[in-house]
């Protein structure tokens, strides 16, 4: 059963960082495009950055340069590294694997408060 579970997030004051990691269960991370979105309050849910198979990365311009997108092809897991953090930023972050009609995992909330 192909299934994303999502952690690390929390709160943190604006400039300060915090690792989001995406456990992959079900299939193997390096052979798929895997996603990161999030969604603010009252919001819809909104791209934020992608690292293909081949590990070539993109990102919202709104998150160039402060957030950085990776993966362990060994723990089968994604990262999102998120630094310079700013209260726009806050929202719950899923992410996404284009399987089927998609999978997503449950998503973890980032609150950046000052």
């Known amino acids: 059963q192909v299934q994303l579970a999502e952690s690390g997030g929390g709160l943190v004051q604006p400039g300060g960082s915090l690792r989001l990691s995406c456990a992959a269960s079900g299939f193997t991370i390096s052979i798929y495009d895997i996603n990161w979105y999030r969604q603010a309050p009252g919001k819809q849910r909104d791209w934020v950055a992608s690292?293909?198979?081949?590990?070539?990365?993109n990102y919202v311009n709104s998150v160039k340069d402060r957030f950085i997108i990776s993966r362990d092809n060994i723990k089968n897991t994604v990262y999102l590294q998120m630094n310079s953090l700013k209260p726009d930023d806050t929202a719950t972050y899923f992410c996404n694997v284009p399987i089927g009609r998609g999978v997503w995992g449950k998503g973890t909330l980032v609150i950046v408060f000052s």
């Open positions: 690292i293909n198979s081949g590990g070539g990365t």
